[in-house]
Structures are given as structure tokens and as C-alpha cells.
């Protein structure tokens, strides 16, 4: 399977999505002008791994910001990764970011993921 | 004759004298008498004429009686006085039988005796001792002494021949002593002397030698000797009657001879044995030098005893004065040896101390050149040492087995190991991967073919673990015995390398400016000294026509070569990279070009040459002329929809009439907004949201007038006014109008929603939220009223429900402040992060008390300062209100 590999930019989070090594990680900004676009080819890769997954799979969140658009995309994603056994997501947040403690509870609470918090 | 006869006189006069006396004597006594028995008459004076008579007769008688008396004696007394006088007379002729006569007699027979004791002496003293005397008896003293002086005369005589006899015998001995300075002729003579002159038969002399291992009597000269078995020349110290003679100090004389000491040999008397033997130590200063030895027939009388011994003493003094004076010529001789030695060896010292100067000096020569030399080889090592720790090469000795013997100190400064670490071990693990195949080819062929040089490149870790190219070439000194290794010389051609691989970029920088599309022009200190074929479709002329020629003096348009000397110009005092765009007319008609001029620098990092890179933009001017009137357009667009989009926003007036101390803070990101305030008044009721659309710009203005229109109609037309119920109704006409509702919706959009319900009446409001918070300032404390955690619209959430109202007594002083998400999220500060809520927070605790205005004033401040040069996030949309 093809890493999936997107550096981040100003407006739009750095992506890896790797299956061989177990690294899964979405992080930085998220801002893009056209969120559902910028997502497409990551909600495709987990269409395409669900089939063929990990016996565990670390799904890293490590996000400063995400605007209202990015937000239903992560939804996505994150509902995306409810139908792949063996997940677990790992939610970072700054110490001093509650807004983005918060945001990773009420997406913790809309999907049945579980989520382990994490500081950086 | 006067004399006697006085005395004559007086020997008359005394008998004399005498009678006269007697005489006197007599008349005196007669007169006395007389006067005694006369009654003497008185008158003593008167003498009696008796008296005269008798005296004179008297006198007379006395002279007569002297006269006879006195003739004897006068002849005596005459005789007497002869003897007296040492003459002796005649016999006297008168002689009387009386008693003068025989003292006459007498006195002649003392004449005579007189007269032979003096002849006798006349005799003796004449020499004849042999003269008959005979004393004249007993008594006679003066015989007895004549013949006493005789045979004492006798004696004297002999022993003053004796004397002689020695005194002579030793003065002739002394000649011979004098005559001789040697002992062996000495002992010659003196011996045969001594045997003439003590009538000896025999004779030997020896002396005494005093030697390291004990003194020895030595024969030294013999005389007639015929020993058989005492025939010893040498004895020890009271080794036999010699030696026994030297340890006494004290002659021996006998005449009991041993029966074998001594046969004489003589054809006149046969074996015949001496009689006496004199064996005599030769003494002076109580030391014993020699002996003389001596026999005879006859035994040594006194005498030549006497002179042997004297002669001994002389010879002794003779023997240690010819030992002296042999010691002093010996030592003489010796010193003078000595001497002679010691002045040749002065001489040879001399000489030598010449030599050793010559060879000192000589020595100090080479010693000098010596250092000199030393110096030289130090000097020769020290820049042999320089010379090798700073030569671009780093020279190796290997083993056989591929260790390094040896490692030149250059190796420090080009791979930056010390040569202690590389020496003795191999290197092999240094060479990179991909270079040790060949590097062990190296050795492989150095041993192959011993006589070729094999030169090969590879890469080397150096001590910092960076690679480094070396070029080595290995020689075989196998067979050198003085090496008996390869010798590699390496040298670091990283940068040959690197300028192997520049010349070859160059080469296809050449290629690819000879390919390429864009105008590419070196120009040098106003000439051009490169040009690609590029500029023949722009003017028709090859590049030949213009390489190596002045800008000026080429067929260029006036403009180019202007703007090219320009931007030279530009480059040379700024030192930069140049961009820019110019026109550039040309036979293709008016081109526009993007020109790079980029500085090219010599060693001395001085510009030597710019390099003028001219791209044809002509047509993407086209483009962007296209490009910016379409934008322009849109622009244009979006400026009329905002117009619209401010059509809808609140009247300010009526916001500022029902809420005199509020604020509404409102800064879209882009010229449109997905943020927009809502208020509606209606009644006592004062319904006040911010609203935060997905998206900003176009798609969130869009979304932003649905927003609108639905809050509108659900609380102007419909009347809903309880804050939750609005919401939901806004989700559900969100999600209808955008068809959310339904399987394959294409929209996740919706919004967040932060709305009040102010009764200024009743002194409440009544709050819902989606996704946003309302901050509420009562007594100085800050209170949160979260909202719903989903959204309007975006599809159904999971969890979903009602949203919830929330009811807030107010006061007067109590403060109430929402926002869209903008605000909070927007990045900044010194690390770029959020603002963040916390940071809002506290904001509005600090400032809540301020009046509206400047409460405005001073969250757009501190927000403004935290972005800083960022961008804008998101819309921001802040509302406050103040009771």
C-alpha cells in the first residue's frame, strides 16, 4: 500500500498515513480554502486500508487549529476509522489549548473510537 | 864566691858570736856572783876590770876555736855545693880521719853513684836500653826508677813500634782504600794487602748486601782459598763463623779449627791447615758491611789483631762511603735515567699534548661541523617533518598483510587523524563500501605486476566520519629492503573532484544554456563574452557576431544594451542577484523579458562577470494582463456582493438605541465574510447572534445569507423566541436548504451560532450556542456558558439533540460577551500559537469594566498585537454588551 504523504503548508496540516511502518498522523493547521477537497484523498486511503488494516492501528491527531469547514472533515475521518478494528486515536493538544482538548472530547464523544489525550 | 864566703862570715860569726855569748854568759854569771857575796856594794853600773880581762881573752879564744872548726865544713859545705849545683867533683883530697872526714868519704860515694845512675841514663837516653845497671841496693830509689824508666822506655819503644807499625800499615791501607772507588778491585787489593801485611796465608773478604729477602754476607775477593765443603760465597746472618761474626759485631779469632774448614792448597807446604783463624766484621756506625777473614800458620798476635780491626773500621767507613757514593752514582745514574726519562717522556708528553691539541683542535673542527652538520640533518628533518605534515599527500608504508607500517604527518592535516592512530592497523574499514573492492584491487595488483604504478580513486572517512575523495597511487617496494611495503601516496581530490564535476555542470550549463529558450548573455567589464544562439532569432544575427565584443558596438537595440549596462551597473553596486523585466524590441516585434542578472565571482570573491539571463514573458504578460483583468472582475463581483452582505448587517443605530453600551467587533478576513452579526428587536425583546458560517470569503457570505434569511423567518415571521428552539429550527433549515438531510449530500457546511435573548424588561437573557461559548461578567467573575457541541447544519451528528437554552439574570454592571471562533483561534504572538479562550477570557475580565467603546478598543488591541504580521485566520466577530 502507497504512504500517503502531504507536507503541511500554512493552511493545511502535514499528512502521513503509512501503513507498512504503523504510522498514521494528521497535524499542524487546517484551514485549507476547500476542506472537502484538500480531505478527499485521505478519506480515500482509509477506504482503502479499512480493507486491508493493521491489527492496531495509533491514529495521531496533533492539531493547533482546524477551522469550522476541517472540522466536519475530521468528523469524516475519524468516522472513517470507527469501521477499522484495532484503532486507537491519540488526540494532542497544547497544554495551554483547551479549545482543542474540547474540540477532541466532543469528537471522542461522537464517534466510539477510543481516544487517549495527550499534551504536547 | 862573695856569697860564700859571706856565709863563711856568717858561719864564723855565729860560732863566734857563740863563744862570745858563752863568754859573756860566764863574766856575767862571775859577776853576779861577786856582787851576791860581797856584800855587795850598790853601784851596778860600774864593771870590775875582772870581768873585761876574762871577756877579751874570751874573744879571743873563740877566734881561734872558729878557725879550726870551720875548715871541714868549708870543704864540705864546698863538695855540697857542686853536687848542689849538678857537678860532681872530683874526690876531694883532704881527708881527715875524723868525723869531717868521713862525711867526706861519704859525700864522694854519693858523687859516684851519682856519676853512674847519670851515665846509665846517658846510655838509656841514647837508646841503649840494653846498658847493665844495678841499683845500688834495695833502697835505691834512683836506680830502681832508672832501671823501672828503662823497661818502661822499653815497653813504650815496642808499642811505639806496634803503633807504627799500624799507623803505617793503615796509612798504606789508606792509600789503597783512596786509590779505589770500586768494591771488587778494592777487596783485591786490600785483602792481598792485609795478608802481606799480617802475615796471613788466606785470605777473604765479603760484603754484607742488604737485599729484600734478608741481608747476605757475600764473598766479594779470596785470597789462596781452597774450601771444599765451607766453600760458600754467600751466607746468611749467623750462618757460619762469618755469619756468626756480622751478628755479634765482634771479631773471632781461633785457633781451634774445624777440621774441614779451611785447606791450604800450596804446592810448597801441601793440604796443610791453618792454625789461627781472624775473622773480623767490618763495623762503622755500629753496622756491620763486610768481613774480612784471614789464616794463618802462626796465631794473630795482638797487634794484628789491633790492625785488622782498625783496618775494618777504615774499611767499613770505606765500604758504606763506596756503597754511598755506588747509591749516590746508582741514584745518580738513575735520576739521571729518570731524568732522561722524564725528559723523554716530557718530550713524548710534550708531543702528545702537541697531538692532542692538533687533535683536539681538530676534533673541535669536526665537532663544529659535526653541529653543523647535526643542525643541517635537524634543519633537513624539521622542514623534511614541515614538509611532510603540510604536503598535499599523505604518504603510507604498508605491510604485507595491508597494516600500516608508516604514516606521513600530513595524514593530520588531510584526513585528521594522527598518525599514531593509523599506524599499525589496517584502514580497509576507512575506505567507503563502494570504493573497497578497488582498494584492495590496489594491492592485489601493486603485487601482480610489481613494477607498474596503479593509480586509483576512492572515498575515505576522515576523522570527522565525512567522506572524502583520495586519489592514491601505490608503488611496490617490495623488493626494497630498505622498505619492503607498497608505498601509496594519497591525495585529497575531493576538490578536484568537486571542480571536475563544476567544469562538467559547466559543460552542461554550457549545453544547457546552448539549448535553451531564454536569452543567455555573459557580459564582462562591458563586453559580452558569451552569448547563446538564442539572440539570432531576436535580432538575425549569430551569436558569433556578438561574442567578445564591446555591448556598445554591437548591433543591439539602444534599449537593450542600455538596460543591460544598467543592470550590470545594478548588480556591481548592490552585489545581489538582479530580477527584473524589460522590454526588449526585437525582429520578433516588442518582447517583454524577465531578466536575471546574477553576479559571477573570481577567487579573490570579486564580481568578474554577470550573467544576464533573459526569459521571454511576452506571453504570460498576456496571461497576467488576462489574469488581472479577470480579477478585477471578480473583485469587482465580490465588492457588489458586498454590498449586498452589508445590506444585511444590523443597523448599528438601532443596535446602539436598545444596547447604548455595546460593541460590535468586526473584521471580516477577506473582503466578504462568513462571520455576520444578527439582531432583531422585537417588542421587549432583543434577539442579538454572532453567527460563524463554514468557510470565509464567498462560500461563507453565501452561507451566511441563509443563515439570514432563515433566523429571520424563524423569529420575525414564526415569532419563536426561545433561543434553543430557534437553533433547532436553524438546523433543520440549514440542513434542508443544503440538502444535508439526504444520503449522498455533497455539503458538510453549516455554522456555528452563538445567540442571546436580552428582555431589557425583565432584566434576563436566555442564551443557546452551537460550538460557542458566552462569557458573562457578573461581580467581577467571569462565567462560561458553554454551548452545544454541534453545529447548525453539517449533516446529523451523532449524539445530536435539542439545543439548550440557557437563562442568566442580569444586572446592572454585568457584562455579557460572544464570538465566532475567529477571534480565539487567531495565531500570533511570539511562539505563533492561538490567542486561544483562556487569553480571551482573562481579556474580559480585565477590561469588563471599561465602557463599550473602549472595552472594543482594547480587545481589537490586544488582538491586533497578538497577530502581529500574521494573517488573519478566520472572520473575526466579537460582540459586548454592557448593562
Redesign the interface.
Known sequence: MEILNIEGAEDTPKIILDRTNGIFEISGRSLPEDSAEFYKPVLEWLKSYSGQSNSATDFVFKLEYFNTASSKLILDVLSSLESIGGTTVHWYHHEDDEDMQEAGQEFSELVEIPFEFRTY | MKTTLFRNIKISLKITALVLVMTLASVTAITLFYFYTETASTQVGIISIPAVIISLFAAAMSLLFAQWFMQPLESMHHTLHMVSKGELPEKSALLTSDEFGMMQARVDELVDMLKQSAEFAQKIGEGKFDTPFKAAGENDSLGIALLNMRNSLVETDKKEKERNWIVLGLAEAGEILRTHDSLDTLGDDIIRFTINKVNAIQGAFYVVNKEDEGTRIELCNSFAYNRKKYLKSSFRIAEGLVGQAVAEQDMILRTEIPAEYITISSGILGDKKPSCILIMPLIANEEVFGVIELAGFEKFDASQVKFVQELGTMLARTIFNIKVNERTRRLLAESQAMSNDLKEKQEVLRQNAEEMQATQEELQRSNLMLEEQVEEVNHTRNRMQLLLENASEVITIYEENGSIRYISPSVETILGYAPSEIQGTTDLEHVHPDGQEIYQNLFAQLKANPNEKVTVQFEYKNKNGRYIWLEATGTNFMSNRAIHGYIVNSRDITERRRAEQEQRMRSKMQALSENSTDLIARLEEGSISYINPVIESYTGKEAAAFINKKVTDTELDQTVLESWLQIVEQVNATQNKISTEMDFPSELGKRVMQISAIPEYNEKETIESVLVVSHDITERKLIELDIQNKNKKINDSINYAKRIQNAILPDNFAISSALPDSFILYKPRDVVSGDFPWYVQTGDDIFIAAV????HGVPGALLSLIGYFLLNDIVRSRHVTNPGQILDLLDEGVTQTLKQDQANSA??????IALCRINTKTKTLEYAGA?RPLYVMKNNVLEEIKGN?F?IG??V???QTKFTTTQVKLNAGDSVYFSS?GY??Q?GGADG??F???RMRELAERIHHLPAHLAMEAFDLEWEEWRGTQKQ??DVLLIGIKF
Open positions: 460563524d458560517c463554514t468557510g455539503t458538510k457546511d453549516g455554522m456555528d460550538h457541541k453545529p453539517g449533516g451528528y451523532k449524539n471562533d480565539p483561534d495565531f500559537r492561538k486561544g479562550s483562556k485566520t478566520d
